[in-house]
């Protein structure tokens, strides 16, 4: 079996247990998840099977798509829902529409982020919320991540009361801590503030609309009908170029050797290398040090899986 199973990830279960539970229902051995997700955070979790599980590391560098919201007032230890409050100060003032949409076109674009403790980040081979949990602060190597859209989806001109929300989407780079981006909005505006409810509505090309919820493959499971739900590999490839080889150059592919780049795709960093059959067989990059050829970056096949 391979595919990318697109699950409606539940709130209250880790990514890790999602793969978990899909192996058992799948019977499969090779499954992985397609970048964390929190257990507060719900929405678009991409599970790739079997061979697919090649295509991990791209699909989880996909800019993602998140619906959300911020509560000022006060910040909690793990800076979303779930954690202790840690900091609060009542909002005595009147805050607009376009102060907030200030704030928010000022966290767009190219910005330094500090991963929150409560993090897998890892530190000195030691995850950060690890660390966190014995009370250790340490310190945290700030990362520059890319926020290319960041809209306030609430059409209020004004907002009072002692805490105030409101929601939010957010188009955004692989690394970005969105519930760290909820303080950093707080802080703009003078205020605690944390992510208090968040939705992955998209994983690259991949959207909550076309997930599956776990009922839903479980009776997909039972009237053998899952393999069908999948998306192919070809859907996950879909946005790079392709090229397609006859047998002999199959032959050096399979054995992971470099091939010569044809002028008119000599514009491009990455490809997929197709047989005449359709099947993907790897993703070629541009050679770093020998021009005019391509070297495997991820081979999809080897020469068992051809036979």
């Not at 599956?212 to 069908?228: C, K, S, W």
Request: proline share 4%; with cysteine; charged share 25%.
């Amino acid at each position: 079996m391979e595919g990318i199973l697109l699950l409606h990830k539940p709130k209250g279960l880790t990514s890790h247990d999602c793969v978990f539970k899909i192996r058992k229902l799948l019977k499969e051995k090779k499954v992985g998840h397609t970048g964390t997700l929190d257990p507060d955070v719900t929405g678009v979790l991409p599970i790739c099977i079997g061979r697919a599980t090649k295509l991990v590391e791209y699909i989880t560098n996909d800019t993602k798509t998140y619906e959300g919201e911020v509560t000022i007032g006060f910040s909690t230890t793990t800076e979303d829902a779930s954690g202790e409050v840690f900091e609060t100060k009542q909002v005595q003032r009147t805050i607009t529409k376009q102060e907030i949409e200030n704030v928010l076109e000022s966290l767009t674009g190219e910005i330094s982020q500090t991963p929150p403790m409560y993090s897998a980040v890892k530190i000195n081979g030691k995850k950060l919320y690890e660390y966190a949990r014995q009370g250790i602060e340490v310190e945290r190597p700030s990362r520059t991540i890319q926020i290319h859209e960041f809209t306030l989806l609430n059409s209020k001109e004004q907002y009072e009361g002692e805490t105030i929300s409101f929601r939010f989407r957010v188009v955004c780079s692989k690394g970005t801590y969105v519930r760290t981006l909820a303080v950093m909005v707080g802080e703009r505006l003078g205020y605690p503030a944390h992510m208090s409810d968040l939705i992955r509505t998209a994983s690259g090309s991949f959207l909550l609309e076309d997930c599956l919820t776990f009922p839903e493959i479980e009776n997909l499971v039972e009237a053998g009908q899952i393999e069908e739900a999948m998306m192919t590999l070809d859907d996950a490839l879909a946005t790079f170029p392709k090229y397609i080889v006859d047998e002999q150059k199959e032959q050096i592919v399979r054995n992971g050797g470099f091939l010569k780049i044809p002028s008119s795709l000599v514009h491009f960093e990455r490809i997929v290398i197709y047989n005449e059959k359709g099947r993907a067989l790897g993703i070629y990059q541009k050679h770093p040090t020998k021009e005019g050829l391509w070297k495997p970056e991820k081979v999809l096949v080897n020469n068992q899986e051809l036979k």
